[in-house]
Structures are given as C-alpha cells and as structure tokens.
C-alpha cells in the first residue's frame, strides 16, 4: 500500500505544479494554498514563504535518483554509470524545471548563510555518488589514486557547474544534450587509466 502523502509533501506538490504550469514569479503562495488544499496557516507552519520551498527542489531531485538508479546496469563501469546519472537527471531537470525556478534555488545557496540544502551530505544523492565511487575504486574503474570524497567532491562540482552555465545563459541551451557532450569530457579525469 502506497503511504499516504504528508501535509508537507501536498504543499510542496502542489507549489511544484503550479511553478511548472505558470512560473516561479507568478504563483502565490494562496495559489499554493488553494491547490494544496491547506490554509494559510498550515502552510507557514512549514514554509517561512514561497523561497523555502527552493530547498524541496532538492528533494525533487533525491526522488529521481532514487527511482533512476536501480534500473542501471550493476555491471556498468562505474564511471559511465555517474556520466549516465548526470545526463539524465540533467534531461529532467531542463524538461520539468524552469530556469527561472533553478536561478532562483542556486542564487539562493550563494547568498544564504543558514543551511545550504544543495550540500546537505546526508542526501540520497551524495549517498548514492560515494557507493558509486567506492565500488569504481574497488573494481578498478576509477583512479585509485583518487579517495571517495575527491571523486564526489569532482562528480558534484561538474555536475554543478553544467547547471551554474546553463542558468547564467539564462536556459539559452538544451540541458540535456549539452551535458550529455559535456558531462563525458568533464570526468574523463577520474576513469583509471
């Protein structure tokens, strides 16, 4: 049986839908609210404003992740496995996110000086990125000379950086196709030689 979605998550639902059908700027919060069939009240129980749901955007991401990673190959070479991890979440995301929405969640992990969700380590994300790493170590497929948080540390800032220039080009190019030329050059550095 499937769990029932929490208060939280239909908020966060709904302000996602409502971002990708009229755009970050133009949904309210009592557009949120009506949507997620909430009050005022409940929803600043969770959220101090419409910018606090930034941070569920990486949750967002976890989500895909998640449901991405098990249908991988467990015999791909594990470095090929991060470059087809980022090329399709970066598919995704140039798909369903507008720019304007990622603009806004990276400026906001520029300037904030409180969490920084984007670096949270306990993400499924980085989780999943250092499994990754320790079992192309192991096997011989990513440089040994390299520690897990080093590979991490390079999978996450390329991976960033893709991001960062598309939303500076303001979406001005295909995410997708241009990580997938991208991404492969980008980690060419860590594969064994």
Same mark, same amino acid.
């Given at each position: @049986?499937?769990?029932?979605?929490?208060?939280?998550?239909?908020?966060?639902?709904?302000?996602? +839908?409502?971002?990708?059908?009229?755009? %970050?700027?133009?949904?309210?919060?009592? #557009?949120?609210?009506?949507?997620?069939?909430?009050?005022?009240?409940?929803?600043?129980? %969770?959220?101090?404003?419409? #910018?606090?749901?930034?941070?569920?955007?990486?949750?967002?991401? #976890?989500? !895909? !992740?998640?449901? !991405?990673?098990?249908?991988? /190959?467990?015999? @791909? *070479?594990? $470095?090929?496995?991060?470059?087809?991890? =980022? +090329?399709? $979440?970066?598919?995704?995301?140039?798909? #369903?996110? +507008?720019?304007? $929405?990622?603009?806004?969640?990276?400026?906001?992990?520029?300037?904030?000086?409180?969490?920084?969700?984007?670096? /949270?380590? *306990?993400?499924? !994300?980085?989780?999943?990125? +250092?499994?990754?790493?320790?079992?192309?170590?192991?096997?011989?497929?990513? /440089?040994?000379?390299?520690?897990?948080?080093? $590979?991490?540390?390079? %999978?996450?800032? =390329?991976?960033?950086?893709?991001?960062?220039?598309?939303?500076?080009? /303001?979406?001005?190019?295909?995410?997708?196709?241009?990580?997938c030329r991208m991404i492969p050059v980008l980690l060419a550095g860590i594969r064994a030689k």
């Amino acid at each position: @049986m499937a769990k029932k979605p929490s208060t939280k998550d239909k908020i966060i639902t709904a302000a996602w +839908q409502l971002f990708r059908e009229k755009g %970050y700027n133009e949904t309210t919060i009592e #557009d949120i609210i009506e949507k997620s069939g909430t009050s005022k009240g409940t929803f600043y129980h %969770y959220f101090v404003g419409k #910018d606090a749901l930034l941070s569920s955007l990486s949750t967002i991401f #976890d989500s !895909y !992740y998640e449901e !991405y990673y098990p249908t991988l /190959d467990p015999e @791909m *070479n594990r $470095v090929d496995m991060l470059i087809t991890l =980022c +090329q399709n $979440v970066h598919k995704m995301i140039g798909e #369903d996110i +507008q720019i304007n $929405v990622l603009s806004h969640l990276y400026s906001s992990q520029v300037v904030t000086k409180g969490d920084k969700h984007l670096l /949270d380590r *306990n993400r499924f !994300y980085y989780r999943m990125i +250092q499994t990754i790493a320790e079992e192309g170590i192991r096997r011989g497929e990513i /440089d040994s000379s390299l520690t897990v948080t080093d $590979v991490t540390a390079i %999978y996450t800032m =390329c991976e960033r950086a893709i991001i960062y220039d598309y939303c500076i080009s /303001d979406g001005s190019f295909d995410l997708g196709e241009y990580t997938c030329r991208m991404i492969p050059v980008l980690l060419a550095g860590i594969r064994a030689k």
